[in-house]
């Protein structure tokens, strides 16, 4: 009974003792957050003793306010020069801003309907008209000569020394890349090559991964819109279609002064992917076949639909700065215009732009 007693009364003092240790902790945060936060308690950002007052002159006040004043013009200062600097890049004392990435598309911009019926007769009209209008003059086009001596004669590149192509060519830093499915014709190539060009043409009928031929690179591969799934690729052991970003990564090429493309009806969705991506920035001349006789491939809705967004995308072109220089018809075509007789339209034109802005 005393026994537990004892035990009873040394718990208790136990439970007391940690009592008042958390009581005196308490009071101590308090009165030292109470000392620090205390207005007299800073004198110039020194801290003084506790337990002391200090006299301060009138004269000792009136330097404290002018310091106090100086500090607070120093700092306007620096945030009035950092304004500064964000708004002129080219402020000496620091590095450039970084340029702000591009935003991701998803979509092309469509353009207005040509006319309030919605029409494909209007639609058409407006397409052919735009197709069939030059928009630049080009002094000289390569191998023009070739141009009567069949339907494929119609590849031309320009010449004309105010766009860059000349200068590439001067300086040894000319490339082409020339995309097509099975035998081509291949004298606009042979020409920029004999020029001093580094040609590289993409068949994915090729026998073999890579090839040089008559001062071309051949290589078994070809673009697509997307790049192939990967368990494909790993079926295959190789990819025989790629997105231009992708092949222009893996040759590690920035550039490309002449691109060339016959990819028979798959051109509506890779000049898509060249317009979201970005990719026509590096791209000096665009040498594309159109095929009009289907919407292309993955190109859905009715024919007024697929006509305004075939327009739409040559005009993604105008505004990523091509202007077309060069049009030809094959009037080894049948006349159709999505199965149907428009304007006598040809079912393939030859087209090629110029970027007008592009300085590499």
């Known amino acids: 009974m005393h026994m537990g007693k004892e035990r009873l009364t040394r718990g208790l003092l136990l439970r007391v003792g940690v009592l008042l240790t958390a009581v005196c902790v308490c009071v101590h945060v308090y009165l030292e957050t109470a000392r620090r936060g205390a207005p007299a308690a800073l004198t110039l950002g020194r801290p003084t003793q506790p337990g002391r007052t200090k006299q301060v002159s009138a004269a000792e006040a009136g330097e404290q306010d002018r310091s106090v004043k100086r500090r607070i013009s120093y700092v306007r200062t620096l945030k009035k020069e950092a304004r500064k600097r964000d708004e002129d890049p080219s402020s000496p004392c620091c590095l450039p801003r970084r340029p702000h990435r591009k935003t991701l598309r998803w979509?092309?911009?469509?353009?207005?309907?040509?006319?309030?019926?919605?029409?494909?007769?209007?639609?058409a009209e407006r397409f052919l008209s735009y197709i069939t209008t030059p928009q630049v003059s080009c002094a000289s086009l390569v191998s023009r000569e070739a141009a009567q001596q069949g339907t494929k004669g119609a590849?031309?590149?320009c010449l004309d020394p105010k766009y860059s192509l000349t200068h590439r060519i001067h300086s040894k830093h000319c490339r082409v890349y020339s995309f097509g499915l099975g035998v081509d014709d291949r004298s606009l190539e042979n020409s920029l090559a004999r020029a001093g060009c580094e040609v590289h043409c993409f068949d994915p009928s090729l026998k073999q991964p890579h090839l040089q031929q008559d001062d071309m690179w051949l290589h078994r591969l070809s673009v697509d819109w997307r790049d192939p799934n990967p368990a494909i690729i790993a079926q295959r052991q190789y990819a025989s279609t790629k997105k231009l970003a992708t092949i222009l990564n893996d040759f590690g090429h920035r550039q490309v002064d002449v691109l060339k493309a016959d990819m028979e009806s798959a051109e509506w969705k890779i000049l898509e992917n060249l317009v979201l991506e970005g990719v026509l920035e590096?791209?000096?001349?665009?040498?594309?076949?159109?095929?009009?006789?289907?919407?292309?491939?993955?190109?859905?809705?009715?024919?007024?639909s697929v006509v305004r967004f075939w327009f739409s995308l040559l005009k993604e072109l105008e505004r990523a700065n091509f202007r077309l220089f060069h049009i030809h018809s094959d009037p080894a075509k049948p006349r159709l215009f999505l199965h149907k007789n428009v304007r006598n339209a040809s079912s393939a034109y030859t087209l090629s732009w110029v970027n007008t802005e592009w300085r590499p």
Request: charged content about 25%.
């Open 107 to 123: 979509h092309i911009d469509l353009e207005p309907w040509a006319g309030e019926s919605r029409s494909l007769e209007d639609e």
């Open 155 to 157: 590849w031309a590149a």
């Open 282 to 304: 590096s791209v000096g001349q665009l040498l594309l076949e159109l095929h009009l006789h289907w919407a292309g491939f993955e190109v859905g809705g009715d024919d007024p």
